[in-house]
């Protein structure tokens, strides 16, 4: 199993932010290939839907946990059928699924102080104030 052994979030992270579409389909080609047992020069084209390259739902849910186990995260059972093609599915991983959490806001004193308060039961920024 020669995609799994990639490790794709290493290969996204360490390529420019305009090279990552390119990373996300050739290796998306690569496990597509994989799912459908092709051998390594036959190809996937990645602009056309799945269905109409011989993909079943059954290999749809296959790619669907191969990537899951890569990405290390739990994607829709629905992915390959939402997203047809491995350009759509690439580009929806890397625009939602793959997008690193924004950090929450720092909190600001008041909120910590508003948090505290809630906590003990007293109001500790009137304390603090004076």
């Known amino acids: 199993e020669g995609g799994a052994a990639r490790d794709i979030m290493a290969e996204l992270a360490a390529a ?10 050739s290796y ?10 092709y051998g390594h020069g036959e190809t ?3 602009d056309k839907p799945l ?12 790619m669907r946990n191969r990537l899951n186990r890569a990405l290390g995260r739990t994607l829709p059972a629905s992915l390959l ?3 047809p093609t491995l350009d759509r599915i690439g ?7 793959l997008r690193p959490e924004a950090p929450a806001p720092a909190p ?3 909120d910590i102080l508003d948090e ?4 003990i039961g007293q109001p500790l920024a009137q304390s603090v104030a004076e």
């Open 28 to 37: 998306l080609q690569e496990l597509g290939r994989q799912t459908l047992g």
């Open 51 to 62: 269905a109409e390259q011989g993909f079943d739902s059954l290999m749809s849910v296959e």
């Open 81 to 83: 059928f939402d997203y």
């Open 44 to 46: 996937i084209a990645p």
């Open 108 to 110: 600001s004193v008041a």
């Open 91 to 97: 580009r929806h991983l890397l625009d939602s699924a």
């Open 16 to 25: 420019l932010p305009a090279q990552r579409e390119g990373v996300m389909r």
């Open 116 to 119: 505290i308060d809630s906590l």
